[in-house]
């Protein structure tokens, strides 16, 4: 007993030490945010002045810890239309709304269902604004009933009106909306939750105060028992308390995530591999409903005295088994509605409550640990080859927890790149920018990284002085404009005669500017000004998130911070400047062993660079098709930029031969330190490369004459 122990305690301080708190800037966290930008953008089919408002839910918005092997398979989003509202049944409508929702919202009265937690949402009033804000309501006759978006008359699940985007070729993960409908008081049918006994405090009157503000939702959900109904199967929703759970579960503590996530996959993996029909078997709903009655009804020493998760993980399994004995699994806020469908069986019953330390140890090593070693190096995985003896196993581990925590600086760095090579960029390529997309996108970025916020606003100026010269500066770029920088001012939006912009440069103390423009002749001059401004103030915004990543990720990456400035040096005519720091960039750069930076090459960005980049990016996306997928961007190096300018400027100076020689040499270098896959840095290093050799036969020709 005492060697299973050692298993044990091996197991317990692997996840404890892999699984990290890690900050909100996971790929999966900036996935979601360009969801969620994405969902804003569009309409319901049926109703082109609605919006849909959507909410992260699921693992990315619970979970606060990183555990080595994935623990979110897709990211869950549920949307509501801003143009619609439901209530508990007998309650008046809202005279006041949150700003999300239209001036013109139907409102649906929740109707029970003959089962507990299911519900009918039949139209009941009709509100409209009348003052900013206020509404008036009307009730209305009529005997509709609202239809759910998630079945089909056949009882079987759908996605919603919401283009679901398919990431199989890339590495970015699956996407499952499900629509549902706001309620923004807490349901009757949940009176007791708050108010019940807990002898241990949790969660505490301040988090319940917070979940009961945050009232509910209803989905568009059938029970397994209606499915065969046609009318129950179209109108049937189910109370969903998706807003109380990520309050719920962030307020757990580090080890009761862990233990969650412990359990999700012992799970999947021992009791769900060969069992396709998830109504009739155990699923992650199920082990968090079983967490959270646990966290519950036990005192927080279950949880950290002599601290053992196998330990915790058997005693949850057997609270299971004592639900699956007489089929009840009590919903953790309905407590009449009953989790448990179908007949489980005994057997499965059985399973669970023979599990015990002894067992459970060896199988978190060999299908967990083991799992984690192949995401290693070589030197670390081998480790794994031989661990039959425990010292060699305690051995590894601590290895694979060396290595652990030696990445995390890492993985952020890969996820920040996702978010501005790919997801923002392919946003811009996909969706033009709106007002609510801008304020959505400026939110979410705020919660993974602040500083992704810099680099966001400077694409938003980048994009609106590529928009001007095409539409002119519309009202609706203003919006947008105002919505990155704070101008939000109904009084100032409509102004046709002036224009008030405040451009925010971040540098390394933070400045405002504040420009106002004459638009009511709306001159060549006038448009070019703003043009100019806007270009300008995004090269600052640049600059300044390049000062945040070299400061934030020096020791993963080598990165030069003026790289946007000479390129705006360039091309306005100054390269004397543009020469000097891009002389420096390519010493820097070249021979450094750390991982590269890219400058995007989209659409905004192209207005920045000279004709001959922006032909060469044409080319690109013709002889190289991956490219022109939406999800993956052009893009060109810190070195491949930097060398093509320094090349640029020394030939307009009329550099010499043994300078233009030399350049020539880096530029070898470079074309060496680009893989072949990297084909937009490959076709510039080649052209600067044959520009050189071209003005270096020029001139030596020309000396040769003059002999």
Known sequence: MADER?????????????????????????????????????????????????????????FYIEPMLPLVGDIDVMYHHSTQLAIPRGHRPPTQLPAEFSNYVKVFEIVDSHLPGYVYLKLRYLLTECTDDYYNYFETDHELYAVNLNYGSDGQAIHGPAQLTDFSHSSLLSVDEVHGMRCLLWPPQAADWPTRH????????????????????VVGAVHPQCRQYEWMSMCQWRLSFSRAEIVLLNNWMPVQQIVYHMLRVFVKSELLSNNDASDEALNNYHIKTLMMWTCELKSSSFWTDDLNLIRICVELLHTLSEWLTPMRCPHYFVTSCNLIYNFFGVELANELMSIDEVWLSPWFVNNYIRKCFLLCPDSVSSLFNNVNIKMKLQNAVSAVVNWRQSTALKDKWNALMIAQQMLIPSHLSIS?????????????????????????????????????????????????????????????????????????????QSTMKLTTIELSSSTDRNTSELVELLQQSAVQHMTAYRQFQAQDFGPVATIVTTDFEALYAYKHGDYQQCLQMSTQNVCTLLYAVKKF??????????????????????????????????????????????????????????????????????????????????????????????????YITEMMMLAFNNL
Not at 201 to 217: K, M, R, Y
Not at 608 to 635: H, K, M, Q, W, Y
Not at 640 to 658: D, I, P
């Open 6 to 62: 050692v298993v044990s305690d091996i197991v317990t301080k692997f996840l404890l030490n892999t699984c990290r708190l890690c900050p909100r800037l996971t790929r999966r966290d900036v996935q979601a945010a360009w969801n969620g930008a994405e969902l804003v953008t569009k309409h319901p089919l049926d109703d082109v002045e609605a919006d849909f408002i959507p909410l992260t839910t699921g693992s990315v918005a619970e």
């Open 198 to 217: 807990r002898n241990y405090d949790w969660p505490d009157s301040a988090t319940v105060n917070h979940v009961i503000d945050n009232g509910c939702d």
């Open 432 to 508: 033009s920018l709106t007002v609510r997309s801008c304020v959505y996108w400026m939110t979410e970025l705020a919660k993974t990284d602040a500083h992704l916020t810099s680099y966001f606003t400077a694409v938003v100026f980048l994009h609106v002085a590529h928009k001007i010269p095409k539409i002119g500066f519309t009202d609706e770029l203003m919006d947008v404009l105002a919505s990155v920088t704070g101008q939000c001012n109904s009084e100032l939006l409509p102004s046709k005669a002036t224009k008030l912009i405040k451009c925010v440069a971040n540098g390394s």
């Open 597 to 694: 930076t890219d400058v995007v090459t989209c659409t905004e960005f192209i207005q920045l660079l000279d004709d001959e980049t922006a032909s060469l990016t044409a080319l690109t996306l013709i002889v190289n098709p991956e490219c022109r997928d939406g999800t993956d961007n052009v893009g060109i190096t810190q070195l491949t930029l930097s060398l093509y300018l320094m090349t640029q400027c020394q030939l307009k100076l009329r550099h010499s031969v043994t300078s233009l020689a030399r350049t020539f040499v880096y530029v070898k270098v470079a074309v060496r330190r680009h893989p072949a896959y990297r084909t937009l840095d490959q076709l510039m290093l080649n052209v600067t490369k044959h520009k050189v050799l071209t």
